[in-house]
């Protein structure tokens, strides 16, 4: 282990959503850590910041289910952080949205892990790692799709890490609360011009009111999580939520 992780040097890692926020977090934390990365995104802006990190650039739509299989070939550690989110009643939801949600979120990491556990059983190691969400763990109205979907990646990567066990294979979630992301960050600052309060206000009394630690999770914290179950010393922790949500969960 050095300062900067786990030595992963020679490691395959697969990053998706890897433009921004969780993602690029992930990316930056396992190129430090000596891994091949390969940060993929649908947004073209992933190219620049992968070059910067040192990680190699993959533009892809993951609703490409057979593109998202390319990208699993070969790797050594996946990490499917891809996502969207769409906010409405069940009644008003467009079932289109809700069907391009659970492609990206549940299809998709099925398709990208489906392909890389063929090596990594031959080899006799590999790490998966979900980013899951409290929501994965607990519903929130308006949120049918995106509760669905990670609820459904749960129980897939528990699925995965018994199958993988005797393969030196993990697959674990990590299940956030909410984290400063851009998408968060602008979601504060809208509700802070329509209620006319400041944003730390708002991401107490609205976002954070069923948690008990009143601040948000930051990238880091959760890149750091990611990387440190792909080290030593983790053979043993798998299919397991790991709660990084303040306490939301514990009530």
Partial sequence: MSATGPDLAGKRAVVTGAASG??????????????????????????????????????????DLDAAHDLGEGADIVVNNAGFQHVAPVQEFPPETFGAILRLMVEAPFRIVRAALPDMYRRGWGRVVNISSVHGLRASPYKSAYVTAKHALEGFSKTVALEGASHGVTSNCLSPGFVRTPLVERQVAEQARLHRVPEEQVVEDVLLARTPVKRLVEPAEVADFAAWLCGPGTASITGASLSMDGGWTAG
């Fill in 22 to 63: 969780i993602g690029a977090a992930v990316a930056e934390r396992l190129v430090a850590t000596g891994a091949e990365v390969i940060a993929a995104d649908r947004d073209e802006t992933v190219t620049e910041l992968a070059t910067g990190l040192g990680a190699r650039p993959r533009v892809v739509d993951l609703a």
